[in-house]
Structure formats: C-alpha cells, structure tokens
C-alpha cells in the first residue's frame, strides 16, 4: 500500500511512517525542507519536497496519484502565528484533500485536535489552531469522493507507548503517547469500515486493535 503523508517530518508521521515500512508498505512523506530526507529515509519513508502552503493543486495531484491512502498529520507547529494556523492546518489540508479527490484516492485520514471546532471562541492563538482544525474537518467530512476519517489525539506526549487505547466518538479529555496516536493511524489504514467516523483518542485499557475493530462495528 502506498500511503502519502502530508507533514512527512512531523513527530506522529516518522513513527507512523517506520510502522508502515515495518509492514511492508510504501510511505511517502512530504516535507519543507530538503535536510529532512535523510529522516524520512532512516524511517523507510520516500521524501518529496513540496510545502504545501505555496505548491499548486497540480504538484500536489502529481505526488498523490497512484496512492492508495492519504494521510494529512501536518501543522503549523508551536511558536507559529494565528496566519500559519490557518494557511496550514486548515488550508494545506483542503488542497490535500482536493488534490487527492483530483488523484482519485479515497481513503483520506486527518489528524486533527481534540477540542476542534470552527466556531471556537477566543483570541489566543492555541484558539485560532481549534478553529483551523475545526474547520478542516468540516470541510473532509463534507466531501463523498473520500472515504475519510478524523481522528482527534488527546493531549500527545513523548512517553512510550503502551497500545492501551480509549477510541471512541466522544472519550473525554486526556494524554496519548505520539506512539499510540501512530500505531492507531496505521491499524485505521487497515480498517476500511471507520470511514465517515470522527474518533477521539486517549490512553485506556483496550488493546489499540481491538478498539479499531470495536468502532469499526458499531
């Protein structure tokens, strides 16, 4: 399965990108910066420089096509302003998600925030980074072609994880190991039927696996 990964340097994209080589698929990463190849390729992913924020509908269709899954885990990252929330957790993932309607791959995964929504109040920009992501995913699950789904981490941590997961439609707040948030990206993946779901995601007592499996059935 090749899978393109918007934000292909991002924390949850190497590790979700050194479990889809480890079984046997084809990451693709894209990334701002040349001097993060080398990254992407330690962790059996292919680099393709392209930002997001400046490419055309084209050049984003032209990386896209032929994959068989897209995955958009880029943001704008810490220390960034309220303008980059919004031309890069929202609008970076509209082109995406034009681009992959465009290249004809249906199964589309979002990171988004838990919290997430257009019409959030406030003037901080952690809140402008609620309502880019809000509106993101209203834009994803307002489109048929894709088969898409919206997963919504919890506060991420660096700690080991663990594979105990609480994944559901509403979880409540709480911390997930970026490890667990990739392990589940990848067992989504995996999991046609949790297209059209939006899923929160926290440490719990459920084996990742059997989580997906159990939303997947509901």
Do not use: C
């Amino acid at each position: 399965m090749r899978v393109v990964i918007a934000g292909g340097h991002g924390q949850i994209a190497l590790r979700l990108e050194r479990l889809l080589a480890a079984g046997g698929h084809h990451p693709v990463g894209i990334i701002r910066r040349p001097e993060q190849a080398e990254d992407l390729r330690s962790a059996g992913a292919e680099p393709v420089v392209l930002d997001l924020e400046s490419a055309s509908p084209g050049e984003v269709v032209a990386v896209l096509r032929g994959a068989d899954a897209a995955v958009f885990a880029a943001g704008a990252g810490p220390g960034s302003g309220t303008a980059r929330k919004d031309t890069v957790d929202r609008g970076a993932a509209v082109l995406f998600a034009d681009a992959a309607e465009a290249a004809g791959v249906r199964r589309f995964l979002i990171v988004s925030s838990m919290g997430a929504d257009s019409a959030h109040p406030g003037d901080e920009t952690f809140d402008a980074y609620l309502r880019a992501k809000g509106a993101a995913d209203d834009d994803i699950r307002s489109r048929p072609a894709l088969d898409w789904t919206v997963l919504r981490p919890g506060s991420l941590t660096n700690d080991a994880g663990t594979g105990q997961v609480r994944l559901e439609a509403r979880t409540g707040r709480g911390p997930v190991p970026r490890d667990d948030v990739a392990a589940t990206l990848a067992e989504l993946l995996d999991t046609p039927a949790t297209a059209g779901l939006t899923l929160e995601l926290i440490s719990g007592g459920t084996p990742l696996s059997v989580a997906v499996k159990d939303i997947a059935g509901n």
